[in-house]
């Protein structure tokens, strides 16, 4: 029996941490980060057998990846049961999913830990298979969370119109536990008890006595050496300073723990996760606990600075640090990557001398990919043999010259997913980030966010913290097309981004109204977003909606908002054929293009951008698209697939040609590939306008034609 401990993420801005479980039969993943899916895809971790979901806490850095993993599983693997356990409103949090994901044919089972305080001298056992038991350890936070009001004006009002829930404050750990190994079968001792070969041997090593003919009766401690015990991990979840006193005061730990006399015979703990940040792990009370466990163990931390800050997205990140090679100025570097605890130098030292952490005999830095082995005996430890290396950071052009750094501070364009449906090695799900000022003014607005945005994000500004905080909190609105997750599972990280950088300010997000009802229900269990956006419905932008008013307040005040902060001199909607409520968007944006001094006589003219979301052709969006500046629309599938295209309701390549022909477009951006084309190639040779979009593209919109990008990156991909 092999039992392994996979870390497929530590803290990053792109993922949060997330452990996968193995054994010969089935997988356990504990959280599920935003993004983990597509970095299971990337590096071969099999879901298949993935029945068990363990959640430590319901925020979104341990649930904002669960849907698309929960959509991903229904579609790819045999329609069973899966089973999510969690802190109290785990149910409420997947009940809330129900207005984008619908899977009947598979049933999740939600198992709630935490409603009533742990006892003293165990912990629950809420898993027992024939492999591995998982124990839970819920912990209250000591300080009183808010309450959070339900919304009159949502479907919430099922559970009560008027009604107050409380968020989740419990954070469970999680003991991990292998059955006792089987003791050696002394065959030799069998034989000289009488034993005969064949079946009575294989009972005896079963535990089972048997019977000679003799009519003696052999045990099996006569002929088969002692058990081992069962190897034991934990998962550890301390969210702030104020759970500490709880985590270490719960008198059942004393059976794990070396120096406590206890009647209860002890187990060993053969390694321990920490999902605990510096500050907690610095405070005297959680060191001191933790050496109660004893020396001879291994410490695994999963949160820390020192963590290897390296994209998990091993692929992507080799083309992008080739196409920045060749064009720096459009794909940011892959130069902020850094591989593991020695690279951050004094202040890591520094920390281990001060927090008494150089005490412990083991203390490993967690990073991707990183195995623990629990059984069999002789293979147990740390492998990191599958850890990522460092993919090399060009320092010059192919010409020889110092790679310069691209200007963020212009206007600009950037497709952060240009995959369709599920992400994939090379290509995220939707996401367009344009800029409309630059960064020295307020002016970010995306157009769809999939699912791992805001770590594309963090990618296309070339790993830059600070960079990143100030395109967050410059972030004005977030527009969706429509209800299906790959457009918007992104959002509630984004906003919990923003609250977590101390932004106040609510951010507007235009949609249609069941992400509005998702939003608010998952408000009441985090209640850090509660009050961080405010939702406009679509359809108040939509000319030809038979209750269109031009002079609703809510527009109005809408289109006063966008033209202040991004300069918009009008925004539409225009309804498209695909799902229930989809849309496209239409802007026309007035200001410069570039900040030169040049650029100057710019400053009145109005710029149409246009965007199709899903959909097949549409006269409409032909016809409020007209003469657009910049036009990017969906080409879903190739040619050869005109029937899928038309069944599912999206375009061809040749079907999108002809919608931004007829709209005579001055520059086009194709993008949201069916994930079975790594890449597209124009068909069109003498169409120049005409890009393919990848991503991490970065487009300045005062230079949307690029003759050589295309060919150059299609080599790459070869």
């Known amino acids: 029996m092999v039992v392994q401990i996979h870390v497929l993420s530590t803290e990053s801005m792109e993922l949060s941490p997330t452990l996968v479980v193995s054994t010969d039969k089935e997988r356990f993943m504990f959280n599920v980060g935003d993004g983990i899916q597509r970095m299971c895809m990337e590096h071969r971790i099999r879901l298949s057998k993935l029945r068990h979901i363990f959640l430590t806490q319901l925020t979104v850095k341990e649930v904002g990846g669960l849907p698309g993993m929960i959509l991903t599983i229904s579609d790819t693997c045999e329609k069973e049961s899966l089973n999510i356990y969690g802190p109290p409103m785990t149910q409420k949090y997947l009940h809330a999913t129900r207005h984008f994901l619908s899977r009947p044919d598979m049933s999740l089972k939600a198992t709630e830990i935490g409603s009533d305080k742990p006892t003293a001298e165990a912990s629950q056992i809420i898993y027992r298979g024939e492999q591995l038991v998982v124990h839970a350890i819920p912990i209250r936070c000591k300080i009183k969370r808010k309450h959070c009001e339900i919304s009159d004006a949502s479907p919430s009002d099922e559970l009560g119109q008027g009604s107050v829930r409380q968020a989740s404050s419990v954070a469970i750990s999680y003991v991990i536990e292998t059955p006792p190994q089987r003791g050696k079968f002394l065959v030799d001792r069998a034989i000289a008890l009488g034993v005969p070969k064949g079946k009575m041997f294989g009972h005896l090593h079963q535990g089972k006595s048997v019977e000679l003919s003799d009519g003696k009766i052999v ?10 015990p069962g190897a034991i991990c934990l998962l550890i979840s301390c969210p702030t300073i104020d759970y500490i006193d709880e985590l270490v005061s719960w008198e059942g730990w004393k059976i794990y723990q070396s120096g406590e ?18 500050k907690i792990l610095s405070d005297v009370r959680y060191v001191e606990w933790l050496q109660k466990f004893g020396d001879d163990l291994d410490h695994v931390i999963l949160n820390h600075p020192a963590c290897p800050d390296m994209s998990v997205f091993r692929a992507s990140t080799q083309l992008q640090s080739q196409i920045h090679a060749e064009f720096p100025l459009l794909v940011s570097s892959n130069a902020y990557e850094r591989k593991s605890s020695q690279e951050c130098g004094e202040e890591y030292t520094t920390w281990m001398e001060a927090s008494k952490w150089k005490k412990f005999r083991s203390v490993i830095i967690g990073e991707s990919l990183l195995q623990y082995t629990l059984s069999p005996v002789g293979q147990r430890g740390l492998d990191r043999e599958n850890c990522f290396q460092l993919i090399q950071k060009p320092e010059k052009t192919k010409a020889g010259t110092p790679i310069p750094s691209p200007n963020f501070d212009i206007p600009r364009i950037t497709f952060l997913g240009t995959g369709c449906a599920i992400p994939s090695k090379f290509r995220n799900v939707s996401g367009i980030h344009i800029v409309l000022h630059g960064l020295q003014r307020c002016g970010g607005l995306l157009l769809d966010c999939g699912e ?8 296309a500004v070339g790993g830059n913290r600070l960079l990143l905080s100030r395109v967050i909190s410059q972030l004005q609105c977030i527009w969706i097309s429509h209800n299906h997750a790959d457009h918007h599972l992104g959002v509630l990280r984004i906003l919990s981004e923003r609250s977590n950088l101390g932004f106040d300010d609510p951010l507007l997000i235009i949609a249609p109204n069941q992400i509005r009802y998702w939003l608010e229900e998952y408000c009441q269990i985090d209640l850090s977003i509660q009050s961080s956006f405010r939702f406009v419905d679509n359809r108040i932008f939509d000319q030809n909606d038979s ?9 109005r005040d809408t289109l006063n908002f966008l033209h202040e902060k991004l300069s918009l001199k009008s925004f539409l909607t225009i309804p498209v054929k695909h799902t229930h409520l989809s849309y496209a968007a239409v802007l026309e944006y007035g200001g410069r293009l570039s900040s030169t001094i040049e650029s100057e006589q710019e400053e009145n003219r109005i ?3 246009a965007y199709s979301g899903d959909c097949r052709p549409s006269a409409d969006l032909v016809s409020a698209a007209m003469d657009a500046f910049l036009f990017i629309h969906e080409a879903t599938f190739d040619d050869t697939l005109q029937k899928e295209a038309k069944d599912k309701c999206h375009s061809t390549f040749t079907e999108a040609m002809q919608v931004v022909r007829n709209a005579r477009a001055k520059h086009v951006i194709l993008t949201h590939f069916s994930q079975r084309y790594p890449t597209i190639s124009v068909s069109d040779s003498d169409v120049l306008n005409v890009l393919t979009a990848f991503d991490l593209l970065t487009l300045p919109l005062s230079e949307l034609r690029q003759d050589r990008l295309l060919e150059t990156c299609r080599k790459f991909l070869e």
Not at 219 to 228: E, F, I, N, T
Not at 261 to 278: F, G, M, N, R
Not at 547 to 555: G, I, V, Y
């Open 219 to 228: 045990h099996p401690r006569d002929c088969v050496s002692p058990s081992l």
């Open 607 to 609: 710029y149409k951008v």
């Open 547 to 555: 209750n269109f008013d031009a002079n609703h307040q809510t527009r």
């Open 261 to 278: 006399e206890t009647e209860i015979e002890k187990k060993k703990v053969l390694v321990i996760y920490h999902l605990a940040k510096e």
């Open 452 to 459: 791992g945005s805001l770590g594309q994000l963090y990618r």
